[in-house]
């Protein structure tokens, strides 16, 4: 079992930044490639961010590229999303997650990850 809890989420002005933890224990860290999602009111959750387990190999969502970065320390077991520029549409629920499959493409698909945080707000204003 992994245990993940984010933090970091709040209210921020449309061009503003904010920065995302996400703290894990229970197991390796380093054995999972992590991941952050998130959901707004009404959507699917999306796939937003994907780390290696030695954090050189990274996905991003069309839509957040050169806008938010995802980076990770696994001697603190952390994975973090940093996010600038925000948008209204970036409004959302964003979700940390974990999973031990290999780095391959599906890793975009949250089918992929087995654990999952419970979740923090981010919403932007105008």
């Known amino acids: 079992q992994v245990q993940l809890v984010e933090s970091g989420g709040g209210l921020v002005q449309a061009g503003g930044s904010l920065r995302l933890s996400c703290a894990a224990s229970?197991?390796?860290?380093?054995?999972?490639?992590m991941g952050w999602f998130r959901q707004a009111p009404g959507k699917e959750r999306e796939f937003v961010a994907a780390?290696?387990?030695?954090?050189?190999?990274?996905y991003y969502a069309d839509s957040v590229k050169g806008q938010f970065t995802i980076s990770r320390d696994n001697a603190k077991n952390t994975v973090t999303l940093q996010m600038n520029s925000l948008k209204l549409e970036d409004t959302a629920v964003y979700y940390c997650?974990?999973?031990?499959?290999?780095?391959?493409?599906?890793?975009?698909?949250?089918?992929?990850?087995?654990?999952w945080g419970q979740g923090t707000q981010v919403t932007v204003s105008s």
């Open positions: 229970g197991r390796t860290f380093s054995n999972y490639v």
């Open positions: 997650a974990a999973t031990d499959s290999s780095w391959t493409v599906a890793t975009t698909s949250r089918r992929q990850y087995d654990y």
């Open positions: 780390i290696s387990r030695g954090g050189r190999s990274k």
